[in-house]
């Protein structure tokens, strides 16, 4: 996707930031089916498909353990 965002804070090994505006959104983007996602934060895949979501944290799960079995 492509996003206009404003950074919130800073830390040493990652940043937070605040989405302000999605210019391109990606084809698995939705609409979020909580009415109060934006306010909220505690589901912050609503936005992804539910093919999507899967497959993204298959993806950290595998990163995972290959993060560990390379350490």
Do not use: W
């Not at 940043?15 to 939705?30: E, F, Q, W």
């Not at 306010?39 to 995972?64: D, F, T």
Request: glycine content about 4%; hydrophobic content about 30%; aromatic content about 8%.
């Amino acid at each position: 996707e492509e996003v206009q965002y404003k950074v919130i804070k800073v830390k040493k090994n990652f940043a937070i930031g605040k989405l302000m505006n999605v210019k391109t959104a990606s084809p698995d983007r939705v609409t979020p089916p909580c009415d109060y996602y934006q306010q909220c934060g505690g589901c912050q895949l609503q936005h992804l498909s539910y093919r999507a979501q899967l497959e993204m944290k298959r993806k950290q799960v595998i990163n995972l353990f290959h993060h560990k079995v390379s350490t």
